[in-house]
């Protein structure tokens, strides 16, 4: 069942198909319903005509031989009338097409009335109403009624056709009827019914069949659009649709590869301009390594004799000196960040555990020299990875750097968990923390929430660390709080494993 609806959503071929169906077989109902109507009433009413007026110069021959009869005896009278019944219904020998009834004499208010029949026709076949209306009107009366063979619990439609008899001699009055079969009719409308149900469930199935042939030829190039798409998608743009006809599905194939040749040259072009300013990164920093290594050994030269300067010289020696710092801390990161871009990065692949590199942390000097107090959570049972340990060094002492600077607060905890698919390393300090989409922005390129950049800083510190982590397979990501804290979680996944989910979910989550 549930596949079912599952291919009504997704086929819009199978939606065309029922529908169709549905539709075609509600409209040749209808049309059946209609057809079988006007057959069966027109089998009806000619059958009707003629039984009618057979009936009628039935009764005038029947009224002939009564009033030929003298006798006034109502034995001999109820002999005569019997006789009457016989050559009536013996008149046509074997293809007599109709049954006799004959009720009297009629006695006013009296309800038994001794009724005679011919053949074998059963009590109850003249329909109540129809005795009524002959016995108590004059004329001639009909109705359609279902005729009881005697013997036999089988009925066949009929039509009764009733009227009066008076006997002059006597003033009696008698009902005779003519029961004529309609089993013909009922098995020539029986064949109709049957060609109709046939020829119809025929129809609907070879609509149905068109439908099918005529949705598919629509959606066919529909279907190669979509799996074109997806392969665009994917990433392989050099795939075409085959263009063939004028018709809109060909114009649909040649606007998709236009779109994909544009999107290609786009592409293309992005990539060269990227490329051009990856090569332009790389090639400043490999260009100003040289002056700086000159600037910094005067730079030393300057700070070793800033005690021999005058006070304003010697600060400025000073400033020079850290300055020359910072600007090789940005130098490197750039370098680093063009050997990321241009995919030269390299992973040096060592067993590390690092619950050790965690309990290690406690004696960081920069928390040490801020008076902060590290606790360590779960860090006794090894945890072991396959990484770089230089790199996995950098992304700790980082996240160690960020929470002494920007923390803000007099206690980090540094937690290491494990599931089977990768280890989970965490350091949070509960003091300033991370507000709005800032938890996503510290990964930006330059991005420092402080904007007076009074911290010092470049602003890519976590952008290295994130690429250091993906280049392990694993995640860094980043929770915090505007005021409670914040959370940074590296997942390096185990050999095998997978960073999905992280043995750590952050408590600022
Ligand atoms: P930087 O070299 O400036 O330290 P990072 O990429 O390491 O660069 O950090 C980027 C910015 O993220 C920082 O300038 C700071 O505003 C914010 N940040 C990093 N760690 C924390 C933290 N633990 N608490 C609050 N803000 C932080």
Known sequence: MRSLAGLWRRSIQARVVTSTIILSALVISL??????RDVAGGLAESRRT???SEARSGFDNAQEQIDAAVETEPATQSQTLTQMVDSLTSSRGAKRTYELVLEGPLESGSTQVPVRSSGAIASGSVPEDLSDKVQNKGGTFWQYSRLGILGSSDH???????SQLNVPSTGDTYALYYLFSMAEQQSTLDLVRQALLLGGFAMVLMVGGVAWLVSRQVLNPVRLARRIAERYASG???QRMRVSGED??????????QMAASLQNQIRRLENLSRLQQRFVSDVSHELRTPLTTVRMASDVLHDARKSFDPQTSRAAELLQNELGRFEDLLSDLLDLSRFDAGAAQL?????????????AVDDPQLARKGINVVLVNTDQPAIVEADIRRIDRIVRNLLTNAAKYGGSDRVEIEVQQNAGCVSFAVRDFGLGLSGDENLRVFDRFWRADPARTQGGTGLGLPISKEDAELHGGTLKAWGK???GSEFVLTIPKPGGSPQPPAIVSVFA
Request: charged share 20%.
């Open 236 to 238: 392989s743009l050099e």
């Open 348 to 360: 040096d692949l060592e067993t590390i555990d690092l619950a050790e590199i965690a309990r290690g």
């Open 248 to 257: 809109d599905i060909a114009r649909l194939s040649t606007s998709l590869n």
């Open 31 to 36: 049309t059946g319903w209609a057809l079988l």
């Open 50 to 52: 003629a039984t009618i």
């Open 482 to 484: 505007p005021g409670e």
């Open 156 to 162: 066949e439609p009929g039509i009764v056709v009733g």
